[in-house]
């Protein structure tokens, strides 16, 4: 599904959402790595968790956000109707120095995550955990 017209209140609230930089840097990190938990976007922005929160909550309202419930966990997500409208627009910005650093800070995260998970893996593989 993909949005071909919107309300002026749509439109209100979408460019509302990208005047905000926290929003912004929220928003680009879903459109890189096409969904997030809280405590990721927490840890990479460098934001308390009510921020997090309550800007994810601003998102889902203005329509261009959903999430989805796995077990305890809370992925957000751009909806698929706004993807390719924020995808031109995020685009724009893809040189910005804090959404490349952003953008390396969750890179360096994930992959620490993957070496740890390796590790354990190897840890327990061999007998040694």
């Known amino acids: 599904m993909r949005l071909k017209h919107f309300t002026v209140a749509f439109g209100q609230q979408l460019f509302k959402s990208l005047g905000d930089e926290s929003r912004v840097r929220i928003l680009h990190l ?4 096409q969904e997030m938990v809280v405590a990721d976007l927490e840890q990479v922005l460098d934001f308390t968790q009510t921020k997090t929160s309550r800007q994810l909550s601003y998102l889902k309202n203005a329509g261009l956000v959903n999430v989805r ?8 997500f751009l909806k698929e109707e706004t993807a390719e409208l924020l995808h031109e627009l995020l685009a724009f910005m893809e040189k910005d120095p804090q959404l490349l650093h952003d953008q390396q800070v969750y890179q ?3 992959s620490n995550r993957e070496l740890a998970a390796y590790k354990l893996q190897n840890r327990h593989w061999h007998g040694l955990g």
């Open 30 to 33: 879903l459109w890189r790595n």
């Open 69 to 76: 419930r796995l077990d305890n966990w809370m992925y957000y």
């Open 108 to 110: 360096t995260l994930w």
